[in-house]
């Protein structure tokens, strides 16, 4: 993609994002989106298909960012064992988020927000299935992995959800200790990387 393609490209990203913080989603039309990226419909449609492919794009490249920079460092995170120990990958995380890496809070805590906080946890799906290793602390538990990850993903949004709507008046260190005691019973190890 050259140089003008990814000016208009975020023009569209910064309009559409700008626009959420207004009105929800389903209120946006791509007309409103091109008025305000000041770019032609023709120029819009040869970026995008639709105004949900749009979304998915904002998304995975928001998303994808944090999660491939997370998944990137795993191998130095896991859960806490000595004082000394490096950060766990969920502090990691919640610390781009506090450094609000492309306007991520805005769109966490827009009227579509729901959009995004699934979108969040598809992703964080996606690095629990391929970074972590679900152990088990009582080998009589008869519970699938899909459904541990599922749980431990949506506890970590929501827990996101409601650190958003109270101001974030707790530090990543501070969330990242409350979710661990949380999870420890279920036990969470990441994996090896392959040279």
Request: with cysteine.
């Amino acid at each position: 993609m050259d140089r003008r393609q990814q000016k208009t490209r975020k023009a569209i990203y910064n309009a559409f994002t700008a626009l959420l913080a207004e009105k929800s989603y389903n209120n946006i039309t791509v007309q409103n989106i091109i008025d305000l990226a000041n770019v032609g419909r023709t120029t819009y449609y040869a970026h995008f298909e639709t105004k949900d492919d749009l979304l998915k794009s904002v998304c995975q490249e928001l998303f994808g960012h944090i999660i491939t920079s997370t998944m990137d460092s795993s191998s130095l995170y896991g859960s806490y064992s000595h004082q000394s120990a490096p950060e766990s990958v969920f502090c990691h995380l919640l610390q781009h988020l506090q450094k609000n890496d492309n306007n991520i809070l805005q769109l966490l805590s827009c009227k579509s927000r729901d959009l995004f906080l699934q979108y969040f946890k598809d992703s964080m799906n996606e690095l629990l299935q391929s970074q972590f290793v679900i152990q088990k602390t009582d080998p009589s538990m008869d519970i699938p992995q899909d459904f541990l990850i599922n749980h431990i993903t949506g506890s970590f949004v929501e827990m996101v959800n409601w650190w958003i709507k109270g101001n974030m008046q707790q530090t990543p260190e501070e969330l990242d200790r409350y979710f661990l005691a949380v999870i420890a019973p279920i036990g969470i190890t990441p994996l090896k990387k392959q040279k």
